[in-house]
């Protein structure tokens, strides 16, 4: 991993799950201990203006239900303020066709979600990361998609989901798991198998 990937990764974490981000900082960073503090400082500010912030973004998400370009809007908005230096914006519209649209984060990376009514109900991230910089782009998006559907978690609460889907080390290319938990009415899973990961996300106790 580069100096400035693993920075960018640092910072991002620092903001948007702190206890990752300490670890990380811990193991990582090439900081003296001061620039440490004060950049630890810097991100906690940043991170409660940030929560602050997201309460406006999109207030109950899943449960008032999304149109894809709502979701798009919404996610790009989290991934602005939670993660400006990653370049993790979706980019192009999506399109959906056969009640699903993709998007590609990266060659590794692909989002899919299942459109009904014209709202969004499911939301999968399939990752077969390689290398160490691939798992930390899948653990960030998956972290956005989570501020996306449910804004009213702050940072800790994203952090439990995090481990209860045991996401907060390096995504996994070994071994087969699942894992499950629900925050609100979106139920999040973890599906690992022979290198591959899915990730969903789902609009549990439709109305």
Not at 114 to 136: C, H, M, R, Y
Not at 154 to 176: F, H, I, N, P, Y
Not at 184 to 190: A, E, K, L, M, N
Request: hydrophobic content about 40%.
């Amino acid at each position: 991993m580069t100096t400035y990937i693993k920075t960018a990764a640092m910072i991002t974490l620092l903001i948007f799950i702190p206890p990752l981000g300490w670890l990380f900082m811990y193991k990582y960073s090439t900081f003296d201990k001061k620039t440490n503090l004060a950049l630890a400082a810097v991100c906690m500010l940043f991170f409660i203006y940030a929560n602050i912030s997201a309460g406006n973004l999109g207030n109950k998400s899943f449960e008032q239900s999304l149109t894809p370009e709502q979701f798009q809007e919404k996610f790009n908005a989290s991934a602005r303020k939670l993660a400006p230096n990653l370049d993790l914006t979706i980019a192009e519209p999506l399109t959906v066709a056969d009640k699903t649209f993709r998007y590609d984060f990266s060659p590794t990376l692909e989002l899919e979600g299942t459109v009904e009514g014209g709202q969004v109900i499911e939301l999968k991230l399939f990752a077969k990361p390689t290398n160490q910089d691939e798992s930390f782009q899948v653990i960030n998006v998956l972290g956005l998609l989570i501020a996306t559907l449910n804004p009213e978690l702050d940072a800790e609460d994203r952090g439990e989901v995090m481990r209860d889907l045991r996401m907060l080390k390096e995504v996994s290319t070994e071994g087969t798991y699942d894992w499950t938990t629900t925050r609100g009415r979106v139920t999040y899973s973890v599906h690992a198998d022979k290198g591959k990961s899915t990730f969903t996300a789902a609009l549990s106790n439709q109305s």
